[in-house]
């Protein structure tokens, strides 16, 4: 992994690269640096990929307070994964060093709040977007696929786990009503996106969030997505303590907008479940503006517009 160096032969400079795609080797690679350099990070694993890649677990803070942030259940937003690394390395630097972040106390944070982080749901969908996967037998079948879609580029409009399933429309919050939305739109079999899978859970990307989740006590749980400066906080008529007014606040730190999910796409997400299985503030953040993968240009409005609400996020002070 030496060919990343470059990066870090500073304990001043930034771990997190932000000029190169986001891939599951740099993932791991910057993991591993910033656990050495922030020994109190905690390191783990939720599960792994179809193709054996391990969803990594990250904590940080020994708070009472429990939220979870994820980002990159679709494969072509993964500038979200580097949106989470990036604050995760500021976040670990102003607690080992006291400073703040988004004018907080990082330590003050830090003994109030646990975050458990999955900074790559799908990290092999996202090797493919990014080109790190490019031959072999399951980048033949994903092309396989992709033919079917003339009208979706490839790799970059791969929303889907690498075997076409797309991840958050697996969760078990209506994915019957997500399953037949999608059908009726002609996605009725594996694909770069849009397709629900076989049953709820199918995969193994997203039955690790179910059984994280399920072990946790999370009061607040953030979903990063692109794009479209958009705040998702509802599930159906599900009246969440809160929930609103946090959208609210987390609309005045971004300028994002709050909106309804639309009807299309408003089951069987990560969100969904979670509003609906343990009546908390669930949020999926539609990070940025344009067509997915975002270009690397736009990160840092992207992580300025976030920042806000990442914080906001561990304060559990709503
Ligand atoms: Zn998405």
């Known amino acids: 992994m030496d060919k990343f160096d470059a990066f870090s032969n500073d ?23 910033l656990k050495a350099r922030y020994p109190f990070l905690r ?16 904590k940080i803070g020994n708070g009472h307070n429990e939220v979870f942030y994820n980002a990159s259940h679709h494969a072509n937003e993964w500038i979200t994964s580097l949106l989470l690394m990036r604050f995760l390395e500021s976040y670990a630097r102003n607690c080992a060093f006291g400073g703040k972040i988004f004018d907080i106390n990082a330590q003050l944070l830090y003994s109030k709040t ?41 790799p970059s409009g791969w929303k ?38 076989p049953s709820p859970l199918s995969e193994p990307e997203s039955l690790a969030l179910y059984e994280i989740t399920r072990t946790h006590d999370f009061t607040l749980t953030l979903s990063m997505h692109t794009q479209g400066k958009t705040i998702y906080w ?23 907008d709050v909106e309804e999910t639309p009807i299309a796409s408003g089951y069987a997400g990560y969100k969904d479940w979670f509003i609906s299985s343990f009546y908390k503030p669930g949020f999926t953040i539609e990070a940025g503006e344009g067509i ?24 559990g002070l709503f």
């Open 160 to 197: 889907a786990n690498i075997r076409g399933i797309d991840l958050n429309l697996q969760y078990p919050a209506g994915w019957e009503n997500a399953r037949a939305t999608k059908y009726a739109l002609g996605v009725t079999a594996p694909g770069p996106r849009d397709f629900v899978g």
């Open 11 to 33: 304990a001043h400079n930034d771990i997190v690269p932000t000029d190169m795609n986001f891939t599951s080797e740099v993932l791991a690679w910057c993991i591993t640096r």
């Open 114 to 154: 646990t975050l458990t982080m999955i900074p790559m749901v799908n990290p092999d969908g996202v090797d493919l977007v990014t080109g790190a996967l490019s031959e072999g037998d399951y980048f033949n079948r994903a092309a396989e696929m992709a033919r079917r879609y003339p009208d979706i580029p490839f």
């Open 292 to 315: 997915s993968p975002l270009p690397l240009s736009q990160f840092q409005s992207i992580y300025s517009d976030c920042l806000g609400m990442m914080t906001l996020g561990l304060t």
């Open 234 to 256: 509802k599930y159906l008529d599900y009246e969440i303590k809160n929930a609103y007014d946090i959208a609210q606040k987390f609309a005045l730190v971004s300028g994002y």
């Open 43 to 58: 390191v783990g694993t939720a599960g792994t990929s179809i193709m054996g890649c391990p969803i990594y677990l990250l």
